[in-house]
């Protein structure tokens, strides 16, 4: 369904138009977020709201400053990079099989491992609370790895297999006929193949880790902590800190911003568990 | 000779291999989910309050949790929201959805920034809305400076308006991930009957309502679906625009589990609400994806 019976050059502008102004309003909180980041306090909160003012870096400064702004950043950067590398380890072999080496019971598996990710993390909030406070584990980064990889585990094993089943077996099966063995198949078939399927679920799961806040916030504080904990944090007291909250936030979306345009596809189907492909 | 070993011990990998390297993701999401549950399930029926304790005490915690005034607080703002929540994002999605469908200008640009809100975490753009909501600093007062003092917009800190400033806020985040549910399905539509339906002279609105809605039926249930799971589930919204309140105006569930469990110390209490929020999306998952997983059957 591309182009309409009956759309006159005049409908097609109203519906350009009225398309990029609902664009412009959703983009507007975050358009406002960001210029916000660069004005000092005074001028965050000055009214009518300041769209021409020398941008300051300030903020930047000052919420490295007060609350060692870097620290979660490291947090964040070490807690996803390290939790998806984990996640792709795990999952790459189980879509393999399933995608190479289909049962009966595959697309059951596979249901059921997505249907897990429905759950409300609630339910499973006390548990890993209490493990982790006996281990003596709250508030450390492996925590929250252990807990982001486990979390995004059922719909990176499920976008891997859609990736793998679409490699057609026949390479698989001519390798074989030549002779190559397991390690052959895997390094010179199937990783350059799968490649690209690795990629964009990894993306997808970058983003989904970093923007992770339940676990974040609920295993981690100071010493673990990732930027949604910082954002959390500065939003609690309900002082005048618009400016600088603005700066935190600022940098908690500037990588999401810039990921998120090459992984809307995945995103979608991620989020959707497989109903948009 | 030594090479048949090599081989066969190769086939033997072959065979193996497949179930070895599932195990670990399968084991995997047992524990994590199941046994979690399980855990979960029995701290509902336990005496447990600050600590864990497995003392059984029956469904006395069930019992606690309906006569609880907060948890029928929490049940009646699920109601408002999810009602509200799903019906806006489904009727915005789709209108979006049918307007990126005419061949607009820069439509590759305008899908990405549709979808923003949703890859964004909410912890962190919430504080924007805050901003714009809270009417000492944001719209309001924007109004009352360009002069029309009697503007009045204090929602978020309104007991009886808060929760629809989370209405407001979860469809800014949402409309926009359901739209791109609903194009797939406008792309996936029959254009054959499309043809033939011009054909016959009938109008846009009439192919829309007639042939092309009915054929979005599965992105329907689909859409409803997630948006439902994700209104029971919906934590991050409450939690970084109103911390529930204020007072408990707009506490749900999933803010009534963590404050019973963490810092009220009833922490059967609060396992008692966890559960009953997954036997809820259960019951609207499980006939959905028994659907699904028929349907892949039949393929």
């Avoid at chain 1, 949604?228 to 600088?244: I, Q």
Wanted: glycine share 8%; proline share 4%.
């Amino acid at each position: 369904m591309q182009s309409s019976p009956n759309s006159k050059p005049t409908t097609l502008i109203i519906r350009t138009i009225a398309a990029w102004s609902v664009a412009l309003l959703l983009f507007f909180p975050l358009l406002f977020l960001a210029v916000t980041a660069f004005k000092t306090e005074g001028q965050a909160i000055a009214v009518p709201s300041l769209w021409v003012f020398t941008p300051t870096l300030e903020n930047f400064v000052e919420v490295q400053a007060r609350s060692n702004y870097l620290h979660y950043v490291w947090n964040s950067v070490v807690t996803s990079v390290v939790s998806t590398i984990l996640g792709l380890l795990i999952a790459a072999p189980a879509a393999y099989s399933m995608a190479f080496s289909p049962t009966k019971r595959t697309k059951d598996i596979l249901m059921w491992m997505l249907s897990t990710k429905m759950m409300p993390a609630v339910g499973a909030l006390a548990p890993i609370y209490v493990m982790a406070k006996t281990a003596g584990l709250l508030d450390t980064k492996f925590s929250l790895i252990v807990v982001f990889t486990m979390s995004n585990l059922p719909i990176m094993v499920w976008m891997l297999y859609s990736h793998f089943k679409d490699i057609p077996h026949e390479i698989l099966e001519a390798s074989r006929m030549d002779g190559a063995g397991l390690w052959d198949e895997f390094r010179y078939v199937l990783l350059p193949l799968g490649m690209g399927g690795l990629a964009s679920t990894g993306l997808l799961c970058l983003v989904l880790a970093w923007n992770e806040a339940f676990w974040a916030l609920n295993l981690g504080s100071a010493n673990a902590g990732t930027l949604a904990t910082l954002v959390a944090s500065y939003s609690s007291p309900e002082g005048l800190f618009w400016a600088k909250l603005s700066a935190a936030s600022l940098m908690a979306i500037a990588p999401i911003i810039v990921f998120g345009w090459f992984s809307q596809k995945q995103l979608v189907q991620g989020l959707t568990f497989g109903a948009v492909k | 000779m030594s090479t048949t070993t090599v081989r066969s011990g190769g086939d033997w990998l072959r065979q193996f291999l497949p179930r070895l390297v599932l195990a670990p993701s399968f084991a995997i999401t047992l524990v994590f989910v199941y046994g979690f549950i399980i855990y979960t399930g029995y701290i509902s029926v336990s005496k447990s309050k600050m600590l864990p304790n497995l003392d059984f005490v029956g469904l006395d915690n069930y019992r606690k949790l309906w006569k609880t005034l907060n948890w029928q607080v929490a049940l009646d703002n699920l109601a408002i929201f999810g009602i509200l929540y799903i019906v806006i994002c489904g009727a915005l999605g789709l209108f979006l959805a049918i307007l990126l469908d005419q061949k607009i200008r820069g439509e590759g640009f305008l899908r990405p920034i549709y979808l923003y809100p949703m890859a964004l975490s909410f912890v962190v753009t919430g504080t924007a809305w805050k901003w714009f909501l809270n009417p000492g600093l944001g719209l309001e007062k924007t109004m009352h400076d360009w002069g029309w003092a009697s503007f009045k917009f204090d929602w978020l800190i309104n007991p009886d308006m808060a929760i629809y400033t989370v209405v407001i806020a979860g469809v800014w985040q949402s409309s926009g991930f359901v739209m791109a549910m609903f194009l797939a399905g406008l792309r996936g539509v029959d254009e054959e009957q499309l043809k033939a339906a011009q054909l016959d002279g009938a109008s846009t609105f009439q192919t829309y309502w007639r042939i092309i809605i009915p054929q979005l039926r599965a992105v329907f249930l689909s859409a409803f679906v997630v948006l439902a799971h994700m209104a029971i589930k919906a934590y991050d919204l409450v939690v970084a625009l109103t911390g529930g309140g204020p007072g408990n105006a707009t506490e749900v569930p999933a803010t009534f589990m963590y404050s019973y469990t963490f810092t009220r110390n009833q922490m059967g209490v609060g396992a008692a609400s966890a559960m009953i929020m997954l036997m809820t999306i259960a019951a609207i998952i499980v006939p959905y994806l028994y659907a699904e997983t028929r349907e892949a059957r039949h393929e």
